[in-house]
């Protein structure tokens, strides 16, 4: 079996639209052991409502997607207080921060996303990668 990875927020946007290149790479990170939390879950919300003007009855088709092919992670006060660690040791803002603590409680091996730094490690045990380097 696989390890668990971490999808960023940025990862699953680009499995609805985007580029065909980015869309077929996300596409392929969507179905195979993949990790979310709530927090990607809503950040996905807010950029189809008011990026795109989705509606939310699509929203909801969307949403249940990603939720029915991914484990989802719920925050807690715990992954609160370790964002706010990692956000001072790494200097990330905290809601990328956020997505750290999500990554590191769910024990994922990999971050995918295109957002932070390609090739660092947190922790000495996640590593983020872009998939669309």
Known sequence: MKDNYFLDTNVLIYTVTGEARKKEISI????????????????????MSRKWK???SQIRLVTA?????CQVMTLSLRT??????????????????????S??????????????????????RLRIINPFL
Do not use: P, W
């Not at 927090?39 to 950029?47: G, S, W």
């Not at 971050?111 to 922790?123: F, R």
């Open 65 to 69: 997607q990603f939720t029915q092919e």
């Open 80 to 101: 609160v207080c370790l964002a706010m660690d990692l956000a001072k040791k790494y200097r990330y803002t905290y809601f990328d921060s956020l997505i750290l603590a």
């Open 54 to 56: 989705y509606d939310y």
């Open 28 to 47: 392929n990170l969507l179905c195979t052991n993949a990790v979310i939390s709530t927090q990607v879950v809503n950040e996905c919300i807010n950029v």
């Open 103 to 124: 990554a590191l409680e769910a024990n994922c091996e990999s971050l995918y996303s295109e957002d932070l730094q390609h090739g660092q490690v947190i922790d000495q």
